[in-house]
């Protein structure tokens, strides 16, 4: 990457994770569109990423975007859930707002927001 950008920050920024045992990814979109992805193997050049978490793809995600995990709105997960909230340090308050998978109606809440 040249240099971090900064986009317009209206809207709603959403992350997608892949956190699993390899393939660990990262996608950013904002109000529903792809603004950046990438894998981890590609930052840290270890085929298939095998046991590591997207902490390199996430960075240059919200690098490229200019922006802080503070902005986003939501993470969409294809992982562990219980391992991705204990990577991101959330206690449970923050995992039920940030990580509200649980709950049956967890996508329509999103939409109301």
């Given at each position: ?5 900064r ?12 956190h699993?045992?390899?393939d660990?990814?990262c ?16 930052l ?22 200019g ?15 219980d ?31």
């Open positions: 990457m040249i240099g971090a950008r986009m317009a920050t209206r809207g709603r920024w959403y992350v997608g994770l892949n699993g045992t390899h660990a990814a996608a950013l979109l904002l109000d529903g569109d792809i603004i950046v992805s990438v894998e981890q193997e590609r840290s050049r270890n085929k298939r990423a095998v046991e590591e978490p997207p902490v390199d793809a996430l960075k240059h995600c919200l690098d490229f975007a922006i802080t995990l503070a902005d986003v709105d939501g993470v969409a997960l294809g992982a562990d859930h391992d991705l909230a204990e990577w991101l340090g959330l206690d449970e308050h923050e995992r039920t707002q940030r990580l509200p998978y649980n709950s049956p109606d967890w996508a329509f809440r999103l939409r109301m927001r």
